[in-house]
């Protein structure tokens, strides 16, 4: 490890003389370009972002956003969009101030990193040698009586010592109490106290037994606000002043911390309707609750200052925060071979914010399987959200930084994912200008009219990714105040056949109740081998007497979010527009465009972005695919109904 040490510092040593010395004096413009066309974006495709989230603010979702956009180290987008308070009267700015919730890790993963560089924390490393309560920590085991099905709890030793590697990326054993139960929300009122420190959260915490062995689970947990104590005995200094000494005043983040101070009140972004406040929450009120893991509040300017930073190997402006090394070695995969997941996790599952098709590092989810991907981007991408839906992400193969801020209790996908795919959506392909237009005769029109399904609306979704198998049920749930509630069945799985509903409330699985359990230990318990039954009890709004189902576990295919074109003859000429929430490329949902032919098969926008069209059919002429733009950037669409 001290080689390690020796050796990261150097690379920093030798980074700083031959990047530091010739970066540029100009400090980092977040204004956004005039022409973000410059920077290889749409300007007409990056507006859809902003009315996208209008709509997101008149449905309720939330009061507003602010989103901002990096491409090749120069700003394409900043824009705020709705409202700063619940009552719609305080337009939002894009300096508005959001609590960020656990887009706090990654800050407190780069401080821990600084402080490997210099020598003065060791990756591998026993927590004990910094917070020596953990050295008794007990781990927790639950057994179950075969003869009699009764759980039995006991406690055994740690089999390795929790090291503070585990802390970064999740394997420490250490989980968050479970705020929808009454012993676990006063466990964690007391934790987050503003009145407390990081010395009384680790100290109380190593009281609690682990919930996994440290090294063999992936678990997101509150091991990150360990891992701030750890800095503090480590750098010798209080955690909020190591961050706004080393990192947030070097980089130019000068509204990111753990308070809002009376004088930037009014740039603070109101809590969503139905949150829950928690201490970690209420950030107009002073601490020292230094909470690494989920403290901090920040803008979108200062966001995107850290994730540059990131993105350029760890320096921006000429200040070396970390070396390249350093960086490789945080957004890169970071779990030993063998390891599991506390629940859906990694490769073809997501647990909690980590997306499909990812693996963890150190502080980030990593995206390494793109074959498994529901959302477009390269491999290597790394990315994070918080609690409140806040999320960012760094495309290093696309130069891109992107940070979407707001304040919601809704599904994270339902609010990330769009914002995710109209980004790489709004990203330009080479012109190769307007063909020459073709006669076709105009009877022969019909043929085409149908629905085309992509599994993209990105030309830059290079990476191939595919429909996916999973058993189980087939329904998208989450937790609101202990209640496990349907969000969207998945269609033709089973529960959607069964008659379950977006709304409904799963009371019971198999006549246990569901209330006091977390999302894992559900989700776990609703997937199991094909051709299995489960008992599902539910209540649905406006039915007095609940529903109750027997539904046999399947395979079924699920799919990322794509996009829908449909296809119409109108008026002597092919007419295409979006038919799903999602635009694709020049296409939208209600804007029809009438496309030129330039052959029996292909057609082209004559306007906007020139986007070409070849139709694919079979031996005898019917229609079966669509492609979008031939070429390396293509996108290909499946015809899923229209003229035999």
């Known amino acids: 490890m001290k080689r390690l040490h020796r050796c990261l510092a150097s690379l920093s040593i030798l980074s700083f003389a031959t990047l530091g010395l010739a970066a540029s004096a100009r400090a980092y413009d977040v204004t956004p370009a005039s022409d973000p066309e410059t920077l290889g974006f749409s300007s007409s495709r990056l507006a859809r972002i902003a009315a996208w989230q209008q709509t997101q603010v008149d449905a309720g979702a939330f009061s507003g956003a602010v989103a901002a956009i990096a491409r090749n180290g120069k700003v394409a987008y900043l824009r705020a969009t709705g409202f700063r308070d619940l009552a719609k009267t305080s337009p939002l700015q894009s300096d508005s101030i959001f609590w960020i919730a656990s887009m706090s890790k990654p800050v407190t993963s780069v401080a821990a990193m600084m402080l490997v560089e210099e020598g003065k924390l060791d990756l591998a490393a026993p927590v004990s040698q910094y917070i020596p309560e953990f050295k008794d920590t007990m781990v927790a085991v639950e057994t179950t009586d075969p003869a009699s099905g009764e759980r039995r709890r006991t406690l055994e030793p740690q089999k390795r010592a929790m090291i503070v590697e585990d802390l970064l990326r999740q394997t ?20 987050f106290a503003r009145d407390r420190t990081l010395k009384d959260l680790a100290s109380r915490v190593a009281q609690v037994p682990l919930t996994h062995q440290p090294g063999e689970v992936w678990h997101y947990g509150i091991g990150v606000d360990v891992l701030a104590r750890v800095i ?7 955690f909020d002043k190591f961050l706004d000494n080393r990192l947030f005043k070097p980089l130019g983040m000068v509204d990111t911390g753990f308070a809002v101070p009376p004088e930037k009140a009014q740039r603070l972004v109101a809590p969503p309707a139905d949150a829950r406040m928690l201490p970690d929450r209420e950030v107009t009120k002073p601490t020292t609750m230094f909470s690494g893991g989920g403290g901090l509040v920040s803008t979108a ?20 925060i970390l070396s390249p090394a350093t960086v490789h070695r945080m957004t890169a995969n970071a779990l030993p071979d063998g390891i599991r997941p506390a629940g859906p996790g990694f490769g073809p599952f997501s647990y909690v914010n980590v997306p499909f098709g990812s693996t963890f590092g150190l502080g980030f989810a990593i995206r390494n399987d793109a074959a498994w991907s529901w959302v477009p981007g390269s491999v290597g991408s790394f990315s994070w959200s918080g609690a409140w839906q806040t999320y960012f992400w760094v495309d290093p193969a696309e130069q891109l930084v992107a940070v979407q801020l707001l304040h919601s209790t809704k599904n994270l996908d339902q609010l990330t994912v769009p914002f995710r795919y109209m980004t790489y959506g709004a990203l330009l392909i080479p012109d190769q200008g307007a063909p020459a237009a073709a006669a076709i005769d105009q009877a022969a029109l019909a043929a085409f009219e149908g629905t085309y399904r992509f599994e993209s609306s990105s030309s830059h979704d290079r990476q191939k990714r595919a429909r996916h198998e999973i058993v189980g049920l087939g329904v998208d749930v989450a937790i609101d105040d202990g209640v496990l509630t349907v969000v969207s069945p998945i269609p033709n799985a089973p529960a959607a056949r069964a008659g379950v509903k977006a709304g409904d409330v799963i009371t019971h699985l198999d006549d246990e109740a569901t209330r006091g359990k977390s999302l894992s230990q559900l989700i776990e318990k609703m997937r199991g081998p094909a051709d299995t039954r489960t008992r599902l009890k539910i209540a649905r709004k406006g039915q007095d007497a609940p529903i109750e189902l027997e539904i046999v576990r399947a395979r079924f295919q699920a799919a990322g979010a794509g996009a829908d074109l449909q296809v119409a003859a109108r008026n002597g000429t092919l007419q295409v527009e979006a038919g799903g929430a999602l635009p694709v490329l020049d ?20 306007g906007g972005d020139h986007t070409r069209l ?27 109904d229209g003229p035999g």
């Open 232 to 238: 503090e005995v480590a750098s010798g200094q209080p």
């Open 301 to 320: 300017s200062d966001y995107l200052r850290f994730c540059q930073m990131l993105l350029n190997g760890g320096e921006l402006d000429g200040t070396r």
């Open 614 to 640: 070849a139709f694919q059919h079979d031996g005898v002429g019917k229609m079966t695919g669509l492609v979008l733009n031939p070429g390396p950037s293509q996108i290909t669409g499946e015809r899923i």
């Open 172 to 191: 420490s054993g250490l989980v968050y109490p479970d705020i929808n139960n009454a012993a676990g929300l006063a466990l964690y009122r007391e934790l």
């Open 587 to 606: 296409f939208e949902k209600g804007a029809p465009i009438a496309v030129v032919p330039t052959s029996r098969d292909e057609f082209f926008v004559d």
